[in-house]
């Protein structure tokens, strides 16, 4: 089996470094099967014309301990090997998955249990429409399928309550934009999306909601719109040409300060003897509604005493509105929340907070000698906590310092640490931070400014429906945004990037889609001037399978654009990369990528960028392009420049082709399309 072995290996290096799209011949998938475990166990098969079910198994057992595919393979046990072996053969005779599975099933000592969770785990990309295929057909129960599914980790969405049959629009609401589901949809069914204010004749075009395979939705945003203010939304949908329904219904944004209740406001001066503001123990919270509502001023401050976790500690109670409060100290977080729901921060300032590194180890601080490194320790935390409004507030000057990369992943202090999993399916996600400042200091840094939890899990920091805009975040040793994990129509625009190791992080996106847009990155670097890139992305194969819209983002870095990063061994993305600019100053190694997609997932766009390295005097990509920039020829060396050393946005030609209904901005004279921040 030696040369088996070695065939598997290279299959391996070869397959996962090059964008195969066409099916192979006499296997019934789609484009997107390449990379996966199973295609590259077929690839192997069909290099060593194997057709006996325990050389299979031998090949199958070598793949699961591949680094990429290992931790795949975690729920899938040895001794079902030979089944997974027998679905594969199945297919290569021509049989799609859940033919495959059907003829296992069927044998005597077949098991239809690992049949389904092999075809599971050998096709990733492929599981969700497996799982919709099986959950229609009569090979297995229901509850069946579901234990199966979950053993393989697959996500089973929550179900929506009530009849969606007969109306299957649903809709969130933020302040300024809302998002769009449709649901009972096919992966063929295609959608136009029209808004207009209720009560105007002018209906305004949206970008059109797109299918989202972990839910099986139709879904997207509408943006830039007015708070508190009623909405006509339309939805058409189309299949095979034909129209086969068209919705309609009225939303209404929220407001851009919650309901109060004027019997529940309390002053912090009346209420406040010092140390911990502890709402619990104070009976401070309201209801839907009738707010209760915390007033400070620049006179009455929240100082932590020693020794206090927390300076605000809210417990789970809800519906509070902080306005102007200003905190200073606390042990580990500043403010602090667990299972809240409904929470609103303005005008707020956050200082002084974390745990004091009196000891350094290897360049990594800890409070104690035998204690954990300190990390994690936020300005502003809320654990399973949604629905929540972060503005106009200032956060900076932490305790503790992170490390930087010197000396591994950096550790400490955050300005904000997202667990929008809400045990309540009402209130997961709906985070909004708007129009705030989150800055650390050039040698005193945060390690993410704005960092998730349970990154690598569906449910994992902003969940969804949470929109991150308009603020400026900068000086953290790792990221300015994580948005990993949960990214179901989270939306990241307006934003200023800057003096960070990586822009925005969103790997992997184990529940999309998310958008990315009219963001300003620019002048990235650590505290040693070290940096990676300005939107990282991995892990599709390794977390499946959530898309990335990035669009209309002005950056201006010296090392990477939009680069590939790892996830349990995984650089692959899925991404759709259009309108944006993006140069690069140095070129080495590794560095002055405009775009680094080593995978080229056949499934993601790269339409109409300007793409471009000073030092080389051309676009430095490893990837595919699906179009280029539509004034490719007219872009020269001098207006690089130019764009590089500007300190806003770009402005360049427009072109009615490559208009994204809903996102695309234009200068005032209406010709030329706005990349990075939006005027004020």
């Known amino acids: 089996m030696r040369q088996t072995l070695y065939t598997v290996t290279a299959i391996v290096s070869v397959l996962l470094l090059t964008a195969c799209s066409q099916a192979r011949s006499g296997i019934r998938t789609s484009d997107y099967f390449s990379g996966q475990p199973g295609m590259v166990a077929i690839s192997s098969f069909e290099a060593d014309n194997v057709i006996d079910e325990s050389d299979a198994t031998d090949i199958i057992e070598t793949l699961s301990k591949d680094k990429r595919f290992r931790h795949l393979f975690s729920s899938l046990p040895s001794a079902q090997f030979d089944v997974a072996a027998s679905v ?49 057909s009569e090979l297995v129960e229901t509850d069946a399928l579901h234990r199966y599914a979950d053993v393989a980790g697959i996500y089973i969405p929550e179900q929506k309550p009530g009849d969606l049959s007969a109306y299957p629009v649903v809709s969130t609401s933020l302040i300024e934009s809302m998002n769009i589901s449709i649901f009972g949809q096919t992966p063929d069914t295609t959608a136009q ?36 203010t009623t909405y006509e939304i339309e939805v058409t949908l189309n299949r095979d040409g034909d129209t086969v329904g068209t919705y309609a219904r009225t939303v209404t944004t929220r407001p851009d300060s919650p309901p109060v209740d004027p019997d529940n406001i309390h002053y912090l001066r009346d209420i406040y003897t010092g140390g911990t503001l502890d709402l619990e123990a104070l009976g401070i919270e ?25 300076a605000i500690a809210i417990g789970d109670n809800s519906y509070v509105y902080f306005e102007n ?4 100290g606390a042990r580990v977080h500043a403010v602090y929340a667990e299972n809240a729901h409904h929470l609103w921060f303005k005008g707020c300032d956050i200082s002084e907070w974390g745990r004091q590194p009196n000891v350094i180890k290897n360049g990594i601080a800890f ?46 202090p955050n300005a904000f640490l997202a667990y929008g999993n809400h045990q309540d399916p009402r209130y997961k996600g709906q985070i909004i931070l708007r129009n705030n400042r989150f800055t650390g200091a050039p040698e005193h840094r945060f390690n993410d400014v704005i960092e998730g939890r349970k990154n690598g899990e569906t449910l994992g920091g902003f969940v969804r429906h949470s929109a991150i805009y308009n603020n400026t975040l900068a000086y953290a040793n790792d990221d300015a945004i994580e948005i990993d994990g949960g990214q179901h129509n989270v939306l990241v625009y307006n934003n200023d990037i800057s003096n960070t190791y990586t822009g925005i992080s969103a790997v992997p996106s184990r529940l999309g889609p998310s958008f990315i847009f009219n963001n300003y990155i620019h002048n990235l ?31 201006t870095v010296e090392r990477n654009g939009i680069t590939a990063s790892r996830f349990k061994e995984d650089d692959s993305f899925w991404i759709n990369a259009t309108n944006n600019v993006v140069i690069t100053e140095k070129s080495n190694n590794m560095v002055g990528y405009n775009v680094y997609d080593p995978e080229a997932f056949p499934g993601s766009l790269f339409i109409n960028n300007v793409f471009y390295n000073l030092k080389l005097g051309e676009a430095k990509i490893e990837g595919n392009l699906t179009q280029p920039y539509v004034c490719e020829a007219s872009f020269d060396d001098e207006l690089a420049h130019e764009l590089y050393h500007q300190d806003d946005r770009a402005y360049l030609p427009a072109t009615n082709e490559f208009v994204i209904d809903n996102f695309t901005r234009y200068s005032e004279d209406g010709s030329q399309f706005l990349y990075g921040l939006l005027p004020e």
Request: charged share 25%; aromatic share 10%; proline share 6%.
């Open 88 to 136: 594969l053969l199945n297919m290569q005779n021509g049989d799609s998955i859940k033919q495959a599975i059907e003829k296992v099933a069927a044998r005597e000592d077949a098991d239809l249990k690992w049949a389904i969770i092999s075809a599971f785990v050998l096709f990733p990309l492929d599981r969700y429409a497996l799982y919709l295929d099986l959950q229609s």
């Open 367 to 412: 409070e104690e000698e035998d204690a954990q490194p300190i990390n994690y320790d936020s300005a502003l935390y809320f654990v399973q906590s949604g629905v929540i409004t972060v503005e106009d507030c200032h956060v900076h000057s932490p305790t503790p310092a992170a490390n930087s990369w010197e000396y591994g992943h950096p550790k400490g």
């Open 325 to 328: 409060v200003t905190t200073k």
């Open 193 to 228: 999306m029209r808004f207009r204010q209720q009560g105007q004749e002018i209906w305004k075009d949206a970008r059109a909601p797109e299918w989202e395979p972990v839910q099986s939705v139709l879904t997207g945003p509408i943006l830039y719109l007015e708070p508190d």
């Open 286 to 310: 309201g209801k839907p509604g009738a707010w209760a509502k915390i007033v400070g001023d620049a006179d009455t401050p929240v100082v932590a005493e020693e020794g206090d976790r927390h």
């Open 525 to 555: 670097g650590d505290e040693r001037g070290k940096q990676w890139a300005a939107v990282k992305l991995g892990g599709l194969i390794a977390g499946p399978m959530g898309k990335v819209n990035i669009f209309h983002n002005f950056i």
